[in-house]
């Protein structure tokens, strides 16, 4: 889902010195009309992407993992998101559902970590085809979307990962599990794409937890391969949150 800034937010952003530099050099959709609201007299100044989020949530580290792999330049904001201290006046503005991340990049208002990873387009030129291209990533974003977290939650309250091995070992009579679907050094390939940042938050937490199958000798390799990379290495944090 794309958002788009409103004049009702744009008056409150106004208040606000932090996102000064950022609103006047933007054009602003108007929703109501189509047009531009452009404040051309500081049009010409340079702009930078804003990344509103918290550090230690898994989702929010993903599309912070995709800005690094872009390598636009950009400028983080980490906000509370509990307590007297949670989220300002105008992160509400921004995405009223109230979730990070939260990228601003001119005028779009990009709100969900999928999304993100849409919108900055990570992914090289699907050169190889099937489990190394688009395919590959489509199956890796899916797999953590649809199995790793569900299953890796039940694991964790359960203090028992047998499920969770069970799906990343898998038969080997019927392709194995998801160890073997790692192409490597990186899930698809020779460089790191939207896959990547999309199941690097989850595995390392759950290696963190859990360490890995004796068997996984591939998801091994590609975690390491992925701390080694400093713009990997550069989200991990000491304190961190899982995904619910």
Known sequence: MRTFITKKTVTSLLHHRLFFPLILGCHLIHPSTGGALAFSSLNEMPTTTRFITNRMCPYAQKAWLALELDGRDYTLEE?????????????????????????????????????????????????????????????????????????????????????LFALLVGNEDAGGGVDGKIVGPYLCGAVPSSADCAAFPFFWRIESEFGFPAECNKLKSWLNTCLSNPKFKKTVQKSWWWWW
């Open 79 to 163: 906000i509370s998101l509990y307590g007297p201290n949670g989220k300002p006046d105008f992160f509400w503005e921004l995405n009223p559902a109230g979730t990070v991340p939260v990228m601003v990049s001119c005028n779009d208002v990009v709100c969900d970590s999928e999304d993100i990873l849409d919108y900055l387009n990570v992914d090289g030129e699907d050169t190889d085809g099937g489990e190394g291209g688009e395919e590959g990533v489509a199956y890796w974003r899916s797999l953590v979307k649809n199995k790793i977290s569900p299953v890796g939650k039940r694991a964790v309250f359960a203090s028992d990962p047998t499920e």
